[in-house]
């Protein structure tokens, strides 16, 4: 880890020289675990990761113990900006879904360069309001959209994240980032499979024919990419 590439993550990648310079000497490579709660609802956001090629899921959680995904963060982006350029408390449970490496670094240091630099604050503002824009359609599509789209479009995004087309998820936590019933997981993961889209066995999935599965998805899926494009961020 020590040998980690700042540049593997967008958010550092973009940042000017004088900015970068700020935070690099404070960066340190640490390991994230897949389930692990990086970040717990309510608690101080005492530290920010910058992910290289890790995927954390953002979840809220329901009194009756469901848990649903409201937005992803990846090698695109910085995990806890919003702790970074408001009150240092966690609003969500962030949980490590695709295991990884990933740049830590003391929230402190970030709020301070960002009442120094107007360009950092900016890069935080930008990303903040990217998290924004996934929730929003994750709500839109978990309440209109069929369960296969919904499947569709999760897949794809875990997909461009991680830069994988294959992937260590159980379908019950798949149905649980979608909000859905195992069940309806595993009728729509079968139907795939036989059309020869994905394969899954054992806890494990492949996307085969990621042009397919780009049709059984929603609007949802390009919509966000498309606001990302108008955030000037890589989608």
Not at 82 to 92: D, H, I, N, S
Not at 99 to 110: M, N
Not at 203 to 219: F, M, P, Q, R, Y
Request: with cysteine.
């Amino acid at each position: 880890m020590a040998s980690a590439d700042p540049f593997q993550n967008a958010f550092l990648k973009s940042l000017s020289p004088a900015d970068f310079a700020a935070i690099r000497p404070h960066l340190k490579a640490v390991e994230l675990l897949a389930g692990a709660s990086v970040i717990e609802l309510g608690q101080t956001v005492a530290w920010a990761h910058f992910p290289l090629t890790a995927v954390v899921s953002l979840v809220v959680e329901l009194e009756a113990g469901e848990r649903i995904e409201v937005a992803l963060v990846g090698p695109d982006s910085i995990l806890a900006a919003f702790g970074v350029l408001g009150e240092p408390v966690a609003l969500v449970h962030a949980v490590v879904l695709v295991p990884g490496v990933a740049l830590q670094v003391e929230a402190a240091r970030l709020r301070a360069l960002a009442q120094q630099s107007v360009e950092f604050r900016d890069g935080l503002t930008r990303h903040s309001q990217a998290l924004f824009v996934q929730a929003q359609q994750s709500v839109g599509c978990n309440a209109s959209h069929t369960v296969e789209a919904r499947l569709a479009r999760w897949l794809l995004r875990v997909r461009d994240l991680s830069g994988s087309d294959r992937f260590k998820l159980t379908q019950e936590l798949m149905a649980e980032m979608i909000g859905v019933r195992r069940n309806s997981v595993s009728f729509v993961a079968h139907a795939l499979q036989e059309a020869n889209v994905i394969r899954f066995s054992r806890g494990h999935i492949e996307i085969v024919n990621v042009a397919e599965l780009s049709k059984a998805t929603c609007e949802c899926y390009r919509a966000v990419k498309l606001q990302y494009k108008r955030l000037r961020l890589p989608d």
